[in-house]
């Protein structure tokens, strides 16, 4: 476990994923075991979203990728790089054309393996400051090499009638549930706050978008998105693809209010 620390500011990371985010001893992240979600965070790349309808096969101009939902990162594992007592640097790698078993399978999908046909270095770098906890994402690779990119961090939610809100437009839980596993859209945003006992607001560097989803009413994941994969049919999830250059930032901010 890495642990950052900075004033009344205290971050966990297990080998990658955020596990805790606390301010004077709030808990701000859903917890792992909690019910909802096997997980407190992830990152949704090189798609964003399901493939089973198109046969787990993602068009790209190398031919056709197989991938399950939001991708095979996931199924990577992260490798730390570097740290200090409010930083640390974690990294996947990947060789185009491996075979990355699914974690899926069988219960969850019909496809054993998954594969791309780019190679890609893809790094994620935690901050800590009095702004909060500042998320990077450095994605370096083949120039051209199609991808959209999603982060799916979970919030623990203690009240009632917690809503999220961006623009003066506010969002209810019962609004977000109902869209169910599809994820609530909202786009053309770069800053939205979830209103809880305590509040945290997050601000997005290079996303555009955000969807929220959730399926139970003590947690929700506010993701901020570079596509809304549920806009296309799977079959056209490609359309989604912006290109990569030499490499591509990303940035998340998470400032909690007290």
């Known amino acids: 476990m890495t642990q950052l620390q900075l004033n009344n500011l205290n971050v966990s990371i297990d080998k990658g994923q955020l596990s805790s985010f606390k301010k004077d001893d709030y808990e701000y992240i859903h917890q792992v075991g909690s019910p909802g979600w096997g997980k407190s965070d ?45 930083t640390a640097v974690f990294e996947k790698q990947y060789t185009a054309g491996t075979k990355i078993k699914n974690s899926k399978f ?26 909060g906890l500042t998320i990077e994402f450095v994605i370096s690779g083949e120039p051209e090499m199609p991808f959209m990119l999603g982060y799916h961090p979970a919030f623990k939610l203690r009240t009632e009638k917690p809503t999220v809100t961006h623009a003066k437009k506010e969002i209810s839980l019962a609004e977000i549930m109902a869209v169910g596993s599809r994820a609530f ?67 998340v901010v998470l400032s909690p209010k007290t």
């Not at 069988?106 to 009095?130: A, G, M, N």
Request: a negative charge; aromatic letters at 12%.
């Open 42 to 86: 992830d990152e949704m790349f090189p798609i964003i979203g399901p493939t089973d309808e198109a046969g787990f096969k993602v068009k790209t101009p190398k031919g056709e990728a197989i991938l399950d939902q939001h991708g095979l990162l996931r199924e990577l594992t992260y490798a730390l790089t570097s740290s200090t007592a409010t």
């Open 185 to 251: 859209q909202v786009p053309d945003c770069s800053e939205i706050t979830l209103n809880d006992e305590n509040s945290i607001t997050l601000k997005s560097e290079g996303f555009g978008n955000f969807m929220c989803w959730t399926e139970v009413r003590n947690m929700v994941c506010i993701e901020p998105i570079t596509f809304y994969p549920y806009a296309v049919e799977q079959s056209n999830l490609h359309q989604g693809f912006q290109k990569l250059k030499d490499s591509a930032e990303f940035k």
């Open 106 to 131: 069988p219960k969850k999908s019909t496809e054993e393996w998954l594969s791309w046909p780019y190679d890609f270095v893809f790094k994620k770098q935690f901050s800590l400051s009095e702004d």
